[in-house]
């Protein structure tokens, strides 16, 4: 049998702190989605381990949620019905897990429609849903792959304008957030740490911690003054530590 030994990673070590932001970004294929797929216990590392509150992530778990960056909505359901799908292993009364996906569509700005099909919605609201579905299952982690990717750019601004406010709510149990995305300023927009994968096998060439107040412009000197770190360790092939 043929057996991959190919290295996709090497020491490889960040930490999601408590109510932090985390962005990944890195060259295309160096293996972001990856690392993040192993974060969620969607896959295994050969070497070393992922935990989570101190314990070891062995599997996929409620704890931590995946949202994918194709838009992903079942045609046949209507918004609420979409995020009670969510609510299925806990087994809630269905009057119960209506009440929890109508609350988690209000977090995120939809209330009042619950009631559509995907198919009369626009891709931002769609990715609303999707945002929705995953909080209502009241992780720990949300764990975000390129998910304004399939968005326009006004409407993919219009949703990061909302999304720090919208995870970080005081009434939900959300610790942290680790997304991945090709876009700099996208990541510079909403993070409070920033990974640098480079490489291959890819490792941490940079942790950026972004000391700038919310909300940020890219007009701002200081933003395009951490735009030209990342891009510099991003094209730096040996990288170099901050």
Do not use: C
Request: without cysteine; glycine residues 6%.
């Amino acid at each position: 049998m043929f057996e991959n030994k190919y290295k996709v990673f090497e020491n490889v070590d960040l930490v999601a702190e408590d109510m932090k932001f985390v962005g990944l970004v890195g060259p295309s294929g160096v293996g972001k989605s990856t690392l993040l797929r192993l974060i969620g216990g969607f896959l295994r590392p050969s070497k070393g381990e992922v935990r989570l509150a101190g314990k070891p992530v062995l599997r996929p778990s409620p704890k931590l949620v995946l949202v994918h960056q194709s838009i992903v909505t079942f045609p046949w359901m209507t918004a609420i019905d979409n995020v009670m799908l969510s609510l299925i292993p806990k087994h809630l009364g269905r009057d119960e897990a209506r009440k929890v996906a109508i609350n988690a569509l209000e977090v995120v700005g939809l209330q009042g429609f619950e009631e559509l099909y995907p198919k009369e919605m626009s891709g931002g609201m769609r990715q609303r849903v999707a945002i929705a579905r995953a909080i209502a299952a009241d992780p720990m982690v949300l764990l975000m792959d390129e998910p304004f990717a399939h968005l326009d750019e006004l409407t993919a601004e219009g949703i990061r304008q909302d999304i720090y406010n919208i995870l970080f709510n005081k009434n939900l149990p959300l610790r942290s957030v680790i997304m991945v995305s090709h876009n700099l300023s996208e990541v510079l927009e909403l993070a409070d740490v920033i990974y640098v994968l480079n490489g291959s096998p890819a490792t941490v060439v940079a942790r950026v911690d972004i000391d700038m107040p919310r909300p940020r412009s890219p007009r701002d000197p200081k933003f395009n003054s951490y735009l030209d770190l990342m891009y510099n360790y991003l094209t730096n092939k040996k990288g170099r530590q901050r």
